[in-house]
């Protein structure tokens, strides 16, 4: 009798060892997936290049003031997820977006172009969730830049960004600041800072003409084709 209990309790302790055995390899067979979706999906994100607090204004030189042609503007192209063009209606803005890069001391980035723009590849690409910082020129050797006349911008107006991929971004105006020169070092790391947690888009007018600069600062209204 006794006999056969041992062997009754050793059934079931293998019975109950082996169940364990199970549980632990679909636990480990769930993270694996988990971790390999989440990696799959982070590598579809466009990467940041490292994130630099910019605090200089840019000094303006060897700005090409020529029109961009209609050609130029329709050939124009960007990564998928990169900003290709912004829109402002209110404006009559059409520009094209370069990539471009912050300097290792923190200097704002600027475009090649007085009729075009330069997005921070530092920062966010619409649609995440981040800051989508922009800059251009208002005046340079004096000519009239593409951002001319962004200080004119009021709350509620709309922004649209068309990314690589054909799809549009509109965001809303929230604020419009004109600030000194002087006050580059306070105010434009706050360019790279969020609106209550919202995607923002962060578009900063420079120029060599006078002694200060705009930034708008715009949350993300919708997205699509």
Known sequence: MALKINRTVTRITRIVGWGLVILILAAFTKVYIWERGYYK?????PRA???????KLPELKNIDVSQISDEEYKNHQSEAKNPRYLKIERLNINAT????????????LYPSNIHQLAWYSGSSAPGYNGVVLISGISKYASVNG???????????????????DGNNYTYVVKTVSICANKEAETVLPKAEQRIEGTETLSLIAVNDGTN???????TLEAQGK
């Open 41 to 45: 999906r982070e590598s579809a994100t």
């Open 146 to 164: 593409i951002l001319d006349n962004l200080d004119s911008l009021e709350e509620g107006d709309k922004i649209t960004i068309e990314t690589g």
């Open 212 to 218: 200060s600069f705009v930034i708008v600062k715009a």
């Open 97 to 108: 977006i370069s990539k471009g890069s912050v300097s290792n001391d923190g200097q704002l």
């Open 49 to 55: 290049d490292a994130i630099a607090v910019i605090t």
